[in-house]
């Protein structure tokens, strides 16, 4: 890892606005540069939609650019005009500041981030912003075939090299991840009770996994997307190389917390963060993005 000056880290504490009130609140002002930031969350959670409020953040000033690197398809240039909307002076110089690039295998998302750093370094204006979406598609095949040990390799050197890369050019790095349900001794077991002929006891448990919500949260009714107990793709493997973790999820009582708003709820929660208090806020999807009382 190559050194870095005291004015790189300064400029890392600077953040990357979400678009989005209730959320940057929550985190401060926004995901911090200088280190990865995991949005985790099922299907339809807005992880994407949240990623890309943030590509057009990075983007809406001339002074700096973004890099998206896709792994689940082409990106959907039709979602980031509705969200550059309002949010940009001009649509088209705020597209030439995004640098787009898709990959399909494991190895092809190594090989981009492999590159990346010199990218980065020859970027006018410089990257601000680098987006991985999302980080466990090119690894299932890798799992089905039960290449665990070569996965997290790959996973810790690809950690390793955008961590640097986030502290020596104060960018923030973004990466998506899918979650899972997690039941533990989902089975019911029974046994017999003590003392010699008492009744059959019911034993069974569904224990809270490493993605539980923040202290406080719990006296809310919870997001029907964090019932079961979720754990972040990629196992303990790539948990442990990012510095922060948020987990978005849909809440259906997100309209009563955010009044006058119509649309889908949606809620965040900061489970992991150097800088930032465990927290949750809501919003609401809508065409134009997540929009949430600050």
């Known amino acids: ?31 911090r540069r200088g280190q990865i930031t995991e949005l985790a969350g099922a299907a339809a959670s807005g992880k ?15 002074g700096s650019s973004a890099v998206y690197i896709g792994t689940e398809g082409a990106f959907r240039m039709d979602r980031f005009e509705e969200l550059c909307e309002g949010r940009v002076d001009s ?32 970027r006018v204006p410089p990257v601000r912003l680098v987006v991985v979406d999302s980080v466990a598609a090119p ?35 973004v990466t998506v991840n899918q979650v899972a349900a997690v039941f533990e001794d989902a089975v019911p077991k029974f046994s017999s009770g003590g003392g010699g002929g008492g009744g059959a006891k019911r034993q069974g448990s569904l224990q809270r ?61 900061v489970l992991q963060s150097s800088d930032c208090a465990p927290a949750s806020a809501h919003a609401v999807l809508q065409s134009g993005g997540l929009h949430g009382p600050g």
């Open 209 to 269: 996994s490493s993605l539980s919500l923040p202290r406080g949260a719990a006296s809310e009714p919870l997001p029907y997307s964090v019932r079961p107990p979720v754990r972040a793709a990629l196992g303990l493997a790539w948990s442990n190389c990012v510095n922060a973790r948020v987990l978005l999820a849909h809440d259906a009582h997100a309209a009563m917390r955010c009044p006058g708003s119509t649309g889908e709820g949606r809620a965040m929660h």
């Open 1 to 31: 890892m190559e050194p870095v000056t005291a004015r790189q880290l300064l400029a890392a504490q600077a953040r990357v606005p979400t678009g989005c009130a209730a959320y940057d609140a929550a985190l401060r002002g926004g995901v």
């Open 139 to 173: 690894f299932r095949g890798d799992v089905d075939r039960g290449n665990a040990a070569r996965r997290a390799q790959e996973l810790f050197g690809m950690s390793s090299r955008l961590r640097a890369l986030a502290a020596s050019a104060g960018l923030a790095v």
């Open 48 to 62: 994407t939609t949240l990623a890309m409020q943030l590509l057009v953040s990075a983007v809406a000033r001339p």
């Open 91 to 122: 649509l088209s110089a705020a597209s030439a500041r995004v640098s787009l690039q898709t990959v399909a295998t494991a190895d092809e998302l190594a090989f981009a981030v492999h590159s990346l750093p010199a990218f980065v370094r020859s």
